[in-house]
């Protein structure tokens, strides 16, 4: 059982790396990757902004550095406290209060769990998936 969950894994890293064969693919990712990557930076120059944060955009990217190794680590559901941590990290390292950079962070993050979460919660009901169901698919 598990073999075969860890084959079928290995079978779907082949398939979604095989759009690195296409020069054009390859670009198109590449392309996609840098501007999603823009947009987080400037959702979180925007929380800054929005607490008026006197710091550099290149603030924003730091963050974002941070927030990336800290969510690669184990973290709780929803990523509570992580964000917010990774936010203390790196605003306190520019002379923010901490309770300022926490704030900042519950401002990035709380609007992002929301829309997801309720996105999620309307793909389950359009698909006609309970939780239940998925819990017993385990």
């Known amino acids: 059982m598990i073999r075969e969950k860890i084959i079928n894994q290995f079978e779907l890293l082949s398939a979604g790396l095989q759009a690195l064969r296409s020069p054009w ?3 198109k990712v590449l392309a996609l990757s840098i501007v999603m990557w823009a947009l987080m930076a400037v959702c979180i120059y ?3 902004l929005a607490f008026d944060i006197d710091a550099l955009p290149q603030v ?3 963050i974002l550095g941070i927030l ?3 969510l690669s680590l184990p973290t709780s559901p929803g990523f509570f406290g992580t964000i917010e941590y990774c936010f203390v990290l790196g605003l306190t ?3 923010v209060d901490s309770s300022v950079a926490v704030s900042a962070a519950i401002f990035y993050h709380l609007p992002a769990w929301a829309l997801i979460t309720l996105t999620g919660l309307f793909f389950f009901r359009f698909n006609k998936v309970s939780i239940s169901a998925v819990r017993n698919a385990r």
């Open 46 to 48: 925007s929380a800054m």
């Open 68 to 70: 990336v190794a800290g």
């Open 93 to 95: 390292a520019v002379g």
């Open 60 to 62: 924003a990217m730091v």
């Open 25 to 27: 693919l390859l670009a």
